[in-house]
């Protein structure tokens, strides 16, 4: 399973690779990234239909911002979940997110137990859609 | 008998003043006196008493000899030395005649014919004299009247000049008064402006408060992650080792001591955000020191994006970056332009987002347009540039000129101080011996240009 990680800082890279260490080694979860909306949608455009079944972005980036991307996935590639992750939780970006199709909503700093709580019954849905 | 008529003419003078010549009080008392004599002595000469009569002569002659030698010797009298010599000859001459005649009857008929031909002469000398005398008088006269006017003038003048000092005194006083005032006034200002100063820096400090708590979060949430995440892969390589795993135990360690890298860097971004943050908001005037204005401009875009991001959260924007890599360390006060940079920059953000809201409300595609700012840093031949681009609505030729006045603004009430433009003008001109330009396309962009030496 692939997931796609935007993020502008580029140590959340290292930071996701370490923390889903294992589940990358076993294969079961593919983890690819993005620095800002524009190379996350040109990410996406690449492979028709896109392996990755799930986002998560940061909201707050320059340029296109992570509800403009949402909004953009949401319109190109349906199937994909997004879920948001914002050093700003507060209700507004929120509602936002959930309006426009957010499946989770993620506050900075990162809780990994409830991410990784989160991946695993992803892989688990996706290994049983795949086995079914 | 003519003798004392002579007299009485020459007292009647002498009393009289000639021109700027008078004499004095005292002398007019002595010639009055003189003048009462020779009317006793014409009278007593008229009454013809025999003998008596040569006594009464004499004595006539006696007051003129005297009239004439009081004359001649007192310094005070010497402006009637004239009149004194024209009556001279005839007095002499009156005098011969009368010895003669009182001597001898017979000389004084046989020389009576030359007496009186001498005496035609000294009365045509008298005359003569006279004339000349009078036209001397009326010279003197009109000289004395010259003086007189040329004094009254003086006096007039001297009276207008009084007035006038007295006028220039007042004024002085006046104008004293004033600039008293205005150095209170001055004073006044001076503390009001000190005031705003410290202000606008307050209130830039409060523009930056939510850029700074988001800079700090997010290095913060790294240290922790990355600690968190390094504890997570020392108990794996703990593991790995009891298993005899030596080669993961290798690569384990390796990504902790990357880790441990990265908590060290970002530590550090915290750190220097703070101590930026805290030189921001000194009040005293900083000390200029090499800098790298790259990494300047780099923070405080961030630094500005960040704190309009946190504030409105419909806030959206582009930035770029496009710094020059062989720029050189320049000796600045990095507070200072870091203040510039940030409502440079600012300015910038707000400019471009205005221009989005502007097209939302007319309802045109907006999708299209991506408010952006972009900070360029050069290397010049003599110094640096900075040059801060806003692809927002532009500066219309009037502004301007005024943009760069204190407590100018575009922005609404509440919003700008007016204050940071004319500040960041005097920090980059005065502070810094740069100058500070405005390049700009009304409807297109607007560029502020830095240029420091």
Redo the contacts between chains.
Sequence with gaps: MKILIVDD?R?VE??FR??F?KEVRSGSLELCFAFSGNEALELLGHENPPKVVYVFSDI?M????GL?LLKNIKERFPQINVSMIS??G?S??FEKAMNSGAKEFFT???D?ESLRAEIVTLISQHNSQSNG | MYINIISLILLYYLKMPLGLNTVSEEWKRIFNGGMIASVALLALEALNIPLLDYLFSALSYILAALIVYVSLRNPELHHRKGLIYAWLPIMGVLLLTDLTEFISESLYQSLEGYFGTVKVFALIWAIAMWINNTKQRKALELERRKTEEKEKEYKITEAIKEQLEIQVAERTAEIMRQKEELVVALEELKAAQEQLIHAEKMASLGELTAGIAHEIQNPLNFVNNFSEVSTELLQEMKVELREGNSEEALEIAEDVIENLGKIAHHGKRADSIVKGMLQHSRANAGQKEETDINLLADEYLRLSYHGLRAKDKAFTADFKLDLDPNLPKIEVIPQDLGRVLLNLINNAFYAAAEKKSMLTEAKTNTSTFIPTVTVTTKKLKKGIEIRVRDNGNGISEEIRSKIFQPFFTTKPTGKGTGLGLSMSYEIITKGHGGQLNLESKPGEYTEFIIILP
């Design positions: 800082e140590d290292l930071l370490q923390k260490r707050n320059p340029g296109m911002t403009e050093a700003y507060d507004e970006n900075k700093p990162i990994f």
